[in-house]
């Protein structure tokens, strides 16, 4: 399978040092936002938001791999907002030790992010409906406490090594059972990880292994040889890698074990992807290319010419400056026996702009194996 890449200048990521003014704590409350690449130049766009509690430093971690994996299309760009909590993390995450939810400063904290900190992103920045959240050990546990929400805040819970609340292992299993929304949910620890985390972030995992729902997306890792911080640097990507699956492009091993082993039509498959990405994260995605020749190409090796003739259209209509359409509309013409239509095909693609390994020269010598 022949794949395409095509670069464009893109100008890096930006960094913005924000301060939000909380009635909630009755404080000012400092942020760091990192705006994706594309903000200023895409500004019909609208961008998941991930929100890093521990901003201090969790938000470089988060942020660095949100622009890297967004950069090469495995993950959509993302708004990342880090909250800044410093001498005040401990008393931000108060809980009540009789019913184990926010009490005090920890049940303002808790207002803080729901009524005051979204709506003011909502207002400021182009967010799309999807908001995920990041935390470790302490503020691992307290972004749980959103799942209890009707309906929960967040779409997705990345909680690493979680110093959680007595009992909310088990409670977390019961309230994802009872949801209806799409939830990802991910946890991780490390076999270096502080003896009593890990015990009770390993207990979790057994008792979320039994949840099966198709909208609740688990994931859990068990790092060899990571400590309670180290294991942060590689929960992280494999957090995102995980719960952004179904926007990356379609891969080789996708093709091999998935494409060319459907019984269904083979442009369904994509057809359902992109329903999905705009159904999930709240936004609509130009088809990419390498999307199309993966298709396509299945097409050709199932012929599965029906979809063929689909793909083809939709790349004249994605990207009607290229040869992408009529090559792949020439070879259903090929594969359907109308070879007088084939041929003028590719020749009517003369002047347009090429796309990888799908040349000008490559249409006109199909064009000219046709007349011959």
Not at 214 to 236: C, P, T
Request: aromatic share 14%; with cysteine.
């Amino acid at each position: 399978m022949a794949v395409a890449f095509l670069f464009t200048a893109v100008v890096p990521a930006q960094t913005i040092y924000e301060e939000i003014n909380s009635s909630k704590l009755g404080e000012k409350r400092k942020l760091k936002i990192q705006l994706p690449r594309s903000y200023n130049q895409n500004e019909k766009q609208n961008f998941p938001v991930i929100i890093a509690l521990d901003g201090d430093y969790l938000f470089e971690p988060v942020a660095g791999n949100v622009d890297y994996y967004s950069y090469w299309e495995e993950m959509p760009e993302a708004i990342v907002v880090g909250i800044m909590q410093g001498g005040s993390r401990d008393y931000d995450c108060m809980y009540d030790l009789t019913n184990n939810f926010p009490i005090d400063n920890g049940a303002k904290f808790f207002e803080f992010i729901g009524l005051e900190l979204m709506p003011w992103l909502d207002r400021k920045y182009r967010t799309a409906p999807f908001v995920m959240a990041v935390g470790h050990e302490l503020t691992a546990n307290f972004i749980n406490y959103y799942l209890f929400k009707d309906p929960p805040l967040f779409n997705g819970y990345i909680v690493l090594s979680p110093d959680l609340a007595p009992g909310l292992e088990n409670q977390i299993g019961p309230r994802l059972s009872g949801l209806s929304q799409k939830i990802f949910y991910y946890t991780a620890t490390g076999t270096d990880d502080i003896k009593p985390l890990r015990e009770i972030t390993l207990e979790l995992n057994n008792n979320l292994k039994g949840v099966n729902k198709d909208n609740i997306s688990y994931y859990f890792d068990d790092f060899e040889g990571a400590s309670h911080y180290s294991l942060v640097g590689k929960a992280i990507p494999s957090a995102l890698e995980q719960i952004f699956s179904v926007f990356r492009p379609i891969t080789r091993k996708e093709f091999d074990e998935v494409l060319l082993k459907l019984n269904t039509p083979i442009f369904d498959y994509l057809d359902n992807k992109y329903k999905t990405i705009e159904g999930l994260f709240g936004f609509k995605i130009t088809v990419r290319e390498n999307d199309i020749i993966a298709i396509a190409t299945a097409c050709e090796k199932k012929k599965d010419i029906e979809s063929l003739e689909k793909v083809a259209k939709l790349a004249q209509k994605e990207y009607p400056h290229t040869v992408l359409g009529y090559y792949y509309l020439g070879k259903y013409y090929e594969l359907s026996g109308d070879t007088r239509k084939a041929m003028r095909t590719y020749q009517s693609a003369y002047d347009l702009e090429e796309v990888g390994f799908i040349t000008v020269d490559l249409l006109l010598d199909a064009a000219d194996a046709l007349q011959e």
